[in-house]
């Protein structure tokens, strides 16, 4: 069975300050991974996906970038954070058509 | 364009009771799935069922049934007997297959059960 890590659980951060969120995989190969925001009360924005490594697709234009350095690593990166890039992040997998799989999530505050 | 609406901020229920948490959906591909999953205050979302827009009968898994109505563009979860620990958000999803793109969930914005003992 796949396992998704998360790598920080909290992080506080001052705006203007860069970011670094890392996501790997274990237990699938060649997955498709996919970052969504989750602001407070609400439900999840999809922010990018990948379907190989070094292929990255935007869903929303914004401060924050994605890279797949390798098959199973996933990392959500900014230069310069904004108090609106504050909220919980999650990463999936899923292959196929059916159901993704969450990681544990990062909770994102800027200060 | 896609979209998923879930109408009911919050519910309750008392223990041991069913409960229908409302889902509708606006697709205009022929080809889609449609997806519940449990957010607890720890913040994970578990997957809990699926139903595909091809499939004849309605999902089951355990305690949790999805009531798809494909004309009225509605996939309800009926959760039956609550337990306390069902307790948390629920979010419909639905999943739009593009080719060679991967699928991608939009989501709804998420109904809040509270379970009374």
């Known amino acids: 069975s796949q396992t998704i890590h998360q790598w920080p659980a909290t992080l506080v951060q001052p705006v203007g300050s860069p970011l670094s969120l890392e996501c790997t995989v274990e237990g699938t190969s060649n997955p498709n991974l996919y970052w969504y925001r989750q602001a407070a009360g609400r439900g999840l924005q999809l922010l990018f996906y990948?379907?190989?490594?070094?292929?990255i697709s935007s869903e929303v234009p914004q401060n924050l970038s994605a890279s797949r350095p390798q098959d199973r690593q996933f990392i959500l990166s900014s230069k310069k954070l904004l108090l609106s890039d504050s909220g919980f992040y999650l990463c999936?997998?899923?292959?196929?058509?059916?159901?993704?799989?969450f990681g544990p999530g990062t909770r994102l505050t800027v200060t | 364009a896609q979209k998923i609406t879930q109408t009911q901020p919050g519910m309750f229920v008392q223990e041991k009771e069913a409960v229908t948490l409302d889902c509708t959906y606006d697709t205009s591909d022929p080809s889609y799935g449609l997806f519940w999953y449990k957010q607890p205050s720890s913040g994970e979302m578990i997957f809990l069922i699926y139903?595909?827009?091809?499939?004849?009968q309605n999902a089951t898994e355990g305690r949790y049934s999805l009531n798809f109505q494909k004309a009225r563009k509605s996939a309800n979860l009926v959760i039956s007997a609550s337990q306390l620990g069902d307790s948390a958000m629920y979010f419909c999803?639905?999943?739009?297959?593009?080719?060679?793109?991967?699928?991608?969930?939009?989501f709804g914005q998420g109904t809040e059960l509270s379970v009374k003992p």
């Open positions: 139903q595909g827009s091809y499939d004849q």
């Open positions: 999936a997998q899923g292959q196929g058509y059916y159901e993704q799989y």
């Open positions: 999803a639905m999943r739009a297959w593009v080719y060679n793109q991967g699928g991608k969930l939009i």
């Open positions: 990948s379907v190989g490594i070094g292929q």
